[in-house]
Nanobody, 121 residues
Framework: QVQLVESGGGLVQAGGSLRLSCAAS????????MGWYRQAPGKQRELVAA???????NDAGSVKGRFTISRDNAEKMVYLQMNSLNPEDTAVYYC???????????????WGQGTQVTVSS
């Protein structure tokens, strides 16, 4: 059974930094794109950043220049380095990965349980 487990969330003051980590586990043939989404209270879930298996990245305009996504393919990990945090970044952050299981024809999206990030002003 595939699991994605996030860690690294917490409470930080405005201007501070946090680093989120997400570990994929289970019997996995291949991990394609991995990414981070966030959902603030009363708002829709939105893409923060994504990274392909080859290292190409895409991020939301609101975090450009402040957040950096990276991954370790060997360890099946994805990271989100968040700098210059502001209260508008407060949300539950979710890890996601498009994963192909052995002997399966199609890859599916899997989600972590989420980790809370709270930025105080």
């Amino acid at each position: 059974q595939v699991q994605l487990v996030e860690s690294g969330g917490g409470l930080v003051q405005a201007g501070g930094s946090l680093r989120l980590s997400c570990a994929a586990s289970g019997i996995i043939f291949r991990i394609n794109t991995m990414g981070w989404y966030r959902q603030a209270p009363g708002k829709q879930r939105e893409l923060v950043a994504a990274i392909t298996s080859g290292g190409d990245t895409n991020d939301a305009g609101s975090v450009k220049g402040r957040f950096t996504i990276s991954r370790d393919n060997a360890e099946k990990m994805v990271y989100l380095q968040m700098n210059s945090l502001n209260p508008e970044d407060t949300a539950v952050y979710y890890c996601t990965a498009n994963i192909l299981l052995p002997a399966r024809p199609v890859a599916y999206d899997y989600w972590g349980q989420g980790t809370q990030v709270t930025v105080s002003s």
